[in-house]
């Protein structure tokens, strides 16, 4: 069963640095999203993604944050300069349809920022 | 700003119970999502609504959609130890690219 993959599982860094992660969505899906989850609080969207542009972001995706697509089949996420608040689960998600598509998600990956 | 909320945010059951999970949101929108989350564990897709009146089901699970009152319902028969988990309701804004997440509803099942 196709699946979306994240790595890495889970990242210590330090504050202040730069910290980029990875997912494979779903082969045939053409929307991605990043959300990330606090202590396993509450799911926070963060962008969205398709056609190769942000086609949505919240107000936690500041200049700190950017997506690329940099080929056909990965999608990043990058903080440039981490900040203890970064520090929390982040799931990618894709989905078929814009509309009407439920999400399917990664496992996520863990950032810890000392 | 489109707000989701549940009710209740913590429930604890006994095991062959029956209990309802409430979502409520804020704007107008026909589409309605219930995720599964094991502890430490990503989301899991349970249900997909996707217009006013929908009722889907699944084992002992059941939701449902009033987009007239902005309201789901995630109906839990006969409650067993491994129904414990949170569960989350998504809302996709109309004419947005995002779906919301409710605050989650963290259930625990005792035997």
């Known amino acids: 069963e196709p699946e979306v993959t994240q790595t890495p599982s889970h990242q210590v860094t330090q504050m202040g640095q730069e910290v980029i992660l990875r997912c494979v969505p779903i082969?045939?899906?053409?929307?991605f999203y990043w959300y990330r989850q606090i202590l396993g609080q509450k799911v926070e969207f963060l962008v969205s993604?398709?056609?190769?542009?942000?086609?949505?972001k919240s107000e936690i995706f500041d200049d700190q944050f950017s997506v690329e697509r940099p080929d056909g089949s990965n999608f990043t996420l990058k903080i440039r300069s981490t900040k203890l608040e970064d520090s929390a689960m982040y799931f990618c998600?894709?989905?078929?349809?814009?509309?009407?598509?439920?999400?399917?998600f990664g496992e996520g990956s863990r950032l810890t920022v000392l | 700003e489109l707000k989701v909320e549940q009710n209740p945010l913590f429930l604890s059951m006994q095991e062959g119970k029956n209990y309802t999970i409430y979502c409520n949101y804020s704007?107008?929108?026909?589409?309605l999502y219930w995720y599964r989350q094991d502890p430490g564990k990503s989301l899991e897709s349970l249900f997909v609504l996707l217009s006013n009146g929908a009722v889907k089901q699944e084992g002992r699970l059941m939701a449902s959609l009033d987009t007239k009152a902005r309201l789901s319902t995630l109906h839990i028969t006969a409650a067993v130890h491994d129904l414990s988990a949170t569960y989350f309701c998504?809302?996709?804004?109309?004419?947005?690219?995002?779906?919301?997440f409710g605050t989650g509803t963290r259930l625990k099942v005792l035997a």
């Open positions: 998600a894709s989905s078929r349809s814009a509309r009407g598509g439920e999400l399917f």
């Open positions: 704007t107008t929108s026909d589409r």
């Open positions: 993604f398709y056609n190769n542009e942000i086609s949505e």
């Open positions: 998504a809302v996709d804004m109309t004419g947005t690219y995002k779906y919301i």
């Open positions: 082969s045939n899906h053409l929307y």
